[in-house]
């Protein structure tokens, strides 16, 4: 049987063979020492040799019970103590498994945490990338909108170039109003009371349906631009930012796809009209739809 070791209180119980041991020679002693007293008395009185061996026996009993408590205090002790160093192995051992799942989980999370870094580099390289590529799709984003205002603009142009109307048929005549009323054309510039111009308007794909207006331009034999308050003269701008000065206006309804025929335009000057050849231009969205002459002489 192993000694029971208490490394707290510092010493070493006794085993309890040794106790046992121990024990025994004192009763042999005991025993011995006894059997001359005994020997030794017998020449004495018989009630003082009883006497003796009577404290005898009582003093070996007191001492024996005396070393059983003292082994049962030991052995109780030693119980306490390998109980007690049990339970320090179980914690220990416990305490080693738990350091070696820490170094397992720190080895792991230490794996773990490289690849994370190796993610989160990937990952940052991943944002550059894709940040670069939206730079370069922000920039094609503003070459596209410039390209569609740009095409918006070519189309819008377009359309209203397209939308413009286009005047033929294009007929000047110069009016004598008689006595009576009635209407006469006339060529001799002494006579003329008035012009009057009629033209037909061509169908138009383009153009919406709706009220269009008309702007006419009469210039004289000199080139003066012939004008009348009292008929709306007035100035109107072209399709390349210069104005023009125009005579009359006249407004018109058209629908989509549909000629207009016959639009008639009466033009009466204050005064009496010169000898020579006066030019009418007709004007729509910004550019010349028409032209056309009228000699007087």
């Known amino acids: 049987m192993k000694p029971f070791i208490n490394k707290q209180a510092g010493y070493k119980s006794v085993p309890a063979y040794r106790l ?10 005991t025993s011995v020492y006894s ?3 005994n020997n030794n008395s017998e020449q004495k009185q018989t009630g003082i040799v009883i006497d003796t061996a009577a404290i005898n026996r009582d003093t070996l009993q007191s001492q024996l019970a005396l070393a059983r408590y003292q082994l049962d205090q030991y052995m109780s002790k030693a119980a306490d103590l390998d109980a007690e160093l049990h339970g320090k192995d179980d914690q220990i051992a416990e305490l080693t498994k738990e350091l070696k799942r820490y170094r397992n989980s ?7 945490l490289k690849k994370a870094k190796n993610l989160v580099a990937s990952l940052k390289e991943k944002v550059k990338d894709f940040e670069d590529h939206i730079a370069s799709l922000q920039n094609d984003s503003k070459q596209i909108l410039a390209d569609k205002d740009n095409l918006q603009k070519k189309y819008d142009d377009l359309k209203a170039l397209g939308s413009v109307l286009h005047a033929s048929n294009i ?3 110069a009016l004598h109003f008689k006595h009576n009323g009635r209407e ?9 009371n008035e012009f009057r111009m009629r033209f037909d308007i061509d169908e138009n794909r383009i153009a919406e349906d709706g009220t269009k207006k008309l702007y006419i331009a009469i210039k004289g034999p000199h080139g003066n631009m012939l004008g009348n308050n009292a008929l709306g003269s007035g ?24 000629a207009v025929k016959d639009v008639t335009v009466d033009w009466k000057q204050d005064g009496t009209y010169e000898k020579g050849t ?9 550019y010349p739809i028409g032209e056309g002459t009228v000699a007087l002489r």
């Open 184 to 192: 006469k054309k006339t060529a001799r510039a002494r006579r003329v």
């Open 20 to 29: 046992y041991y121990l024990l025994f020679i004192v009763l042999v002693v």
């Open 278 to 286: 006066y030019e009418v231009e007709i004007y729509n969205g910004g």
């Open 35 to 37: 059997c001359k007293s």
């Open 171 to 173: 007929r000047i005549a």
């Open 106 to 112: 720190s080895n792991t999370f230490a794996a773990e």
């Open 235 to 258: 100035t109107t701008s072209l399709f390349n930012g210069n104005s023009v000065n125009y005579s009359i206006e006249k407004n018109i309804a058209l629908k989509q796809n549909e």
